[in-house]
């Protein structure tokens, strides 16, 4: 199976919206609205910030949103933070019953 | 609140087998509403799924690594296991053990990570 493919990084200045493409096949993203993006900072486990293309976790903030278009999920940032900076990866359920994980995005809060 | 907490090994020797236990804590992993998860993280990588186990002992394995995998679970210790066999230097990676939603595909909560490293 294949990764799913993100942007290398992305950047944007405080108060800024950004958005991170994840894009995939037809046998994942496109084939299933089990899309979920996690946030990641130096040395810490990721974090779960969006499940199910666009449903937020409570807790997480309401400046994170999702989104799928096709084959093309993306999450959305609004009012960027400095606290928003770190890694960030998709991942999607498969056809074969698996899961996938996007290659990352580095966001950089400028 | 279910915690997971990675232990074992944090140097193996290249061709042996790496073993890692997750415990989970806060709640029962026989429940049939999770899948119970294996991640891992090359230094300075992306996530890399490494399988998941659910409480009656199916598995479901990334094919390339399948050759060598073993997922466990032990539903009287609430614990889930790793092994991978005729490990490299490139098997050197954060592992993280995670609860996945079985509904949704999603992993939430992780572990804090145990850093293996494969070395001589």
């Known amino acids: 199976q294949s990764a799913l493919t993100q942007p290398a990084s992305v950047s944007g200045s405080p108060g800024q919206s950004i958005t991170i493409s994840c894009t995939g096949t037809s046998s994942d993203v496109g084939g299933y609205n089990y899309v979920s993006w996690y946030q990641q900072h130096p040395g810490k486990a990721p974090k779960l910030m969006i499940y199910?293309?666009?449903n937020r976790p409570s807790g997480v903030s309401n400046r994170f949103s999702g989104s799928k278009s096709g084959n093309t999920a993306s999450l959305t940032i609004s009012g960027l933070q400095a606290e928003d900076a770190g890694d960030y990866y998709c991942s999607s359920y498969t056809a074969s019953g698996l899961v996938v994980f996007g290659g990352g995005t580095k966001l950089t809060v400028l | 609140q279910v915690q997971l907490q990675e232990s074992g090994p944090g140097l193996v020797k290249p061709s042996q087998t790496l073993s890692l236990t997750c415990t989970v804590s806060?709640?029962?992993?026989?429940?049939?509403?999770?899948?119970w998860s294996w991640i891992r993280q090359h230094p300075g990588k992306g996530l890399e799924w490494i399988g998941y186990i659910y409480y009656s002992g199916r598995t479901y394995y990334n094919p390339s690594l399948k050759s060598r995998l073993t997922i466990s679970v032990a539903t009287s210790t609430n614990q889930f296991s790793l092994n991978l066999s005729s490990v490299t230097a490139a098997d050197t990676a954060v592992y993280y053990c995670?609860?996945?939603?079985?509904?949704?595909?999603?992993?939430?909560?992780w572990g804090q990570g145990t850093l293996v490293t494969v070395s001589s």
């Open positions: 995670a609860r996945r939603v079985a509904a949704l595909a999603m992993f939430d909560p």
């Open positions: 806060g709640g029962s992993i026989s429940s049939g509403d999770y899948y």
């Open positions: 199910g293309v666009s």
